[in-house]
């Protein structure tokens, strides 16, 4: 437990036996293609890739390399969302790897005294931590569709563990932005801030411990943290929250215990599937509203000539169909085992026709718009209170897989917003989720049912949008992004760049980005705001406010002649990572 979980060093020549995988914002070529956001974990499923394995082992390897690189974003602590496109049947399947709350929260879980907590306060604690859902999303997905053990697919990453990774600019700025609360857990500084400062951009960062942590998942299987030692280090840490009693911090402990991570299942439950043009577009249904929300916006755009239309009415017609899927995400959709989520209607052709009608070329609609009930769809109509968006944190990360036999994988992780509840699991190198706090702490809106409150073995909504197309049975692209709610959005867009626009996946991946989720203003990044068709747009109606960047997307995409492609960010996050196990032009 005191063993020295990560050492902060300068890697001098000699001690340098190869260089760092290098980042590159596109890859063509053939054997399969991996984009995640770290030059690192796109080398470990690449790695798996060449040594035999599928689209399934690569993206656990790529996932458990991204949680050692990527720590603040994803790792065992947290859960995440899995889609498959197996080519032998040509049929899409999703795993939720969601976290749950404890079979003993109610709606009062973020509550004090009768009234909710400060959102900082309800995130640096074990109220937040909801049970992890990681370890069991990549045993599952490698026992229904993988080709090699758990065991094996986590070489990559305990070797980087071990050996540790190159710190960035990203990973720096990340670890100042957490610097304050970090410093209030003497495990979490031990790890993230060596000898009590900010790694230094170019040092070496290892976390023998959470190598140590994969080996024993590798040997034991998920049972280990699910039944046994891990699981019950994880109810210690939050039920405990090890914080520094000289910091002054509260850190509420939390409800989770070993019944509950015992009673930790993955649900496999059928996509999401909407017609959009030629493409039949796959997702993920709740507990995420990624599926759902991205699908409702489609179908609102699909009788609009997209590829025809100028920028302006492009970006305006694009900004009013995600306003517009935001109203009845909001009201809608939760986790389905506690509320009635009417996805098929929110996905219906009907309902869709009945809402495209409310937008205008001339003019912006006005928000916060009311909701309208997809089970009874009437053109035009929207009805009751307008619901207003819980916050979702800006973090999560995203990895897109494709192998040699075709076989595509879309896989978002998350421990919640960056450096998750900011506790560490002493001894086993891993952040905890705050994922809870994804849940409404009161009603949204007055009046109105929430699907999003607390609730007893619950999943809180999400926003997770892990995206396949298909095309006559066949796939197309995959795609998908961290960003909070921002997630769906950009998922939109890059969709309707790539198939509407005529943009490389590349180029959909770069383009600005605005994002309009039901509310008064749109958030827009400064190359958006750069854009000639700004004023037409704000002269229409649309109000946008900055924000530096929206997402980090990566994808694949199949070429008419069997070659992959794999594309990331060029700029955003620090750049993503595209690679191909064969690379030809």
């Not at 074990?126 to 990681?134: E, H």
């Not at 929206?550 to 595209?578: C, K, N, S, Y």
């Amino acid at each position: 437990m005191l063993a020295t979980a990560l050492v902060c060093a300068t890697v001098g020549p000699a001690q340098a036996s190869a260089p760092p995988p290098q980042k590159a914002a596109e890859a063509v070529g053939r054997g399969g293609a991996v984009a995640s956001v770290d030059a690192d974990a796109t080398a470990a499923g690449i790695e798996v890739l060449r040594g035999g394995g599928n689209a399934v082992d690569a993206a656990v390897a790529t996932a458990a390399a991204l949680g050692v690189t990527e720590p603040y974003s994803a790792g065992i602590g947290g859960g995440g969302y899995f889609v498959y496109y197996d080519a032998a049947t040509g049929r899409v399947s999703t795993l939720d790897g969601r976290e749950t709350a404890s079979r003993t929260a109610d709606e009062s879980l973020f509550l004090e005294d009768g009234r909710p907590l400060a959102f900082a306060d309800a995130v640096t604690s074990g109220l937040a931590v909801g049970v992890p859902g990681t370890s069991a999303t990549w045993e599952k997905a490698l026992q229904l569709w993988g080709s090699r053990p758990l065991g094996e697919v986590l070489k990559p990453a305990e070797r980087i563990a071990d050996e540790g990774f190159t710190v960035d600019r990203t990973f720096q700025d990340q670890t100042a932005g957490n610097e304050a609360r970090f410093r209030d857990f003497p495990e979490t500084s031990r790890l993230f801030l060596p000898g009590g400062r900010l790694p230094e951009v170019g040092s070496t960062l290892r976390n023998p411990d959470l190598a140590a942590t994969y080996r024993q998942l590798g040997r034991e299987g998920t049972k280990a943290l699910y039944q046994g030692p891990i699981g019950a280090d994880i109810v210690r840490t939050l039920q405990q929250p090890p914080v520094d009693p000289a910091s002054g911090r509260v850190a509420r402990p939390g409800r989770v215990d070993a019944a509950d991570l015992a009673a930790y299942r993955v649900a496999r439950q059928q996509p999401t599937h909407v017609a959009y043009r030629d493409y039949d577009v796959y997702g993920i249904a709740p507990s995420s509203s990624g599926g759902t929300t991205t699908g409702e916006a489609l179908g609102i755009l699909e009788d609009t000539d997209l590829a025809g239309a100028d920028a302006t009415q492009y970006y305006h017609h694009y900004l009013e169909a995600s306003r517009i899927a935001f109203a009845d995400r909001n009201r809608w959709v939760g986790d389905p085992r506690f509320s009635d989520v009417p996805t098929g209607q929110l996905l219906s052709p009907r309902f869709a026709a009945a809402r495209a009608c409310l937008i205008s070329p001339d003019r912006a609609l006005t928000s916060p718009l009311a909701p309208a009930d997809p089970r009874r769809p009437a053109d035009c109509a929207s009805e009751g209170p307008a619901g207003t968006e819980t916050y979702e944190g800006p973090s999560t990360t995203h990895l897109t897989v494709a192998d040699k036999w075709g076989n595509v994988v879309a896989y978002t992780l998350t421990i919640e917003q960056t450096g998750g509840s900011g506790i560490t699991v002493p001894g086993r190198g891993f952040l905890l989720n705050n994922e809870l706090t994804d849940f409404s702490f009161t009603p949204n809106t007055p009046g109105v049912p929430d699907p999003n409150l607390p609730g007893p073995g619950k999943r809180p909504r999400s926003s997770i949008a892990p995206t396949v197309v298909l095309r006559d049975g066949e796939p197309v692209l995959a795609a998908g992004s961290p960003g909070g709610a921002t997630i769906i959005t950009t998922v939109l867009q890059v969709l309707l760049g790539r198939l509407d626009r005529g943009l490389t996946l590349e180029q959909a991946i770069a383009a600005p980005r605005a994002s309009q989720r039901n509310g008064a203003t749109t958030q827009a990044e400064p190359a958006f705001l750069a854009l000639p068709e700004r004023a037409r747009l704000e002269a229409l109606g649309q109000v946008f406010a900055a924000t530096p960047e929206i997402g980090a997307a990566t994808g694949v995409e199949r070429l008419p002649d069997g070659r992959w492609v794999a594309a990331a960010e060029p700029v955003r996050r620090g750049g993503g990572a595209a690679a191909v196990v064969r690379p030809s032009r």
